[in-house]
Structure formats: C-alpha cells, structure tokens
C-alpha cells in the first residue's frame, strides 16, 4: 500500500531564503507525482506534475524533482516570498488511480 | 476558461437531514473526483469518475455516501442521514485524462459542510 511522507510538518523561514520541502513514497512504481499548495480558506492549486519518466519539472521559482528509484521528491522554492506561505502538498496515484496524499507542510515565510 | 465549480460554498444541515453537492469539472475533462478533509486532517479519496462510471466506489465512508456523473459533466455527490462526523469540507477536481495517463487534477473550492 503506497504511503506518501511530508517533512518538514512545518518550517518557518525568512524572507529571500532558498528552501526545500520534502515528499517520500514507499512504492517506487508510480505514474507521476504532484505537488500542490493550500491556502486557507481556499481550494488545492497544482503547481507541478512530475512524470515517472522526467527527473524535474520548472515553474517560474518552483523546481520539483523526483527520483523513484529512492521514492523521494524535492520542491525548491527560490528566492522565498510572503505570499508563498501556505500548505504545500505532494501526492502520487495509486494503482486505481487514486491520488494518495502526504500530510503537507505548513510554510510560513517571515517578511 | 472557467475552472472547477461546485455549490454550495458552504452547508449547515442538521443530523439526520440529506444534503446535495455539486461538482461543475472543467469542460472536456473526463476524469473527475471527489475528496474530504476533515478539519486539520489531510484528504481523503471518496470516489473517482472516469466519464460517467466509477471504477471504484472503496473510498466511500459508508453506504449513506452515494455520488453520479452524468453527461461527462456534472457530478453530485449525495450523503444521507448526515452525521456530525460528515462535517468537512468536500473537495471535487478533474483532469483531462483519467487512469493510467491521468495528468494534472485541478480543483474546485470546496464545499464546506457543517452538521449540527
């Protein structure tokens, strides 16, 4: 049964500092792995989507990676900005296409 | 174009009442799916539409949970006899493709249900 690990549970950092979050799965055969964040109050946006074919997808100061073979990914917000902070979510779909979460991490950039 | 969009925004029932809610996915997505997280809790998977079928019902709490799609369009996702620990807020998305090939899931903002 695929099991998807977020750590930190939270992390508070300065404004302007580069910083990594990270998701773990326990089941390396996946199909692709997404990264969302939560606003409070307010619904999921995805930001990126990781196919098990690609190592890293790029969005503006967004770079996610994956590496199955060691069921990690990484998303690295450059250059970080109060409107970042949020719950940043990473989920994998199961064999029934389900998507399994992680329980997120809680990012709050300082100003 | 217009994103996912589902009503009400919020719901207060009481115990024992039935509540409707409805999913308006993205036009021409044809998966579909419904989630729940429940306050300080991370999400849980109810159901998953590819088209008009669901291919697996598992994820449903219990049989007072029942949802359809029709059209490829719209979903309603049902829950009988509403309990106080059916209060959460009910996430629906979609995505171009479901499946094997499913692809980014866009979401909708929530139905925030509350039972007194």
């Known amino acids: 049964k695929q099991e998807v690990t977020q750590i930190p549970a939270a992390l508070s950092v300065p404004e302007g500092e580069n910083l990594v979050l990270n998701c773990s799965f326990t089941?390396?055969?996946?199909?692709?792995l997404q990264w969302f964040r939560q606003d409070p109050g307010k619904g999921l946006t995805s930001l990126l989507l990781i196919q098990s074919s690609q190592r890293e997808q790029t969005s503006g100061r967004l770079n996610a990676s994956l590496d199955k073979s060691s069921g990690r990914s990484t998303l690295y917000i450059a250059a970080s900005q109060p409107g970042d902070s949020a719950t940043y979510l990473c989920a994998v779909p199961d064999s029934n296409y389900q998507l399994i979460w992680g329980a997120g991490t809680k990012l709050i950039i300082k100003p | 174009g217009a994103g996912v969009s589902q009503s009400p925004s919020n719901k207060v029932t009481e115990k024992g009442k039935d509540v409707e809610l409805r999913c308006d996915p993205i036009s021409g997505h044809t998966a579909l799916y419904w989630y729940r997280q429940r306050l300080g809790q991370g999400l849980e998977f109810l159901i998953y539409f590819q088209g008009n079928s669901a291919p697996d019902k598992s994820g449903l709490p219990s049989d007072r949970f029942s949802a359809e799609r029709t059209g490829e369009s719209v979903s309603t996702l049902t829950i009988q006899r509403t309990q106080q620990e059916d209060s959460a807020v009910y996430l629906c998305?979609?995505?171009?493709?479901?499946?094997?090939?499913?692809?980014?899931?866009?979401f909708g903002p929530g139905t925030r249900l509350t039972v007194l």
């Open positions: 998305a979609s995505s171009l493709r479901g499946g094997p090939n499913t692809d980014t899931q866009y």
């Open positions: 089941d390396s055969a996946i199909y692709n």
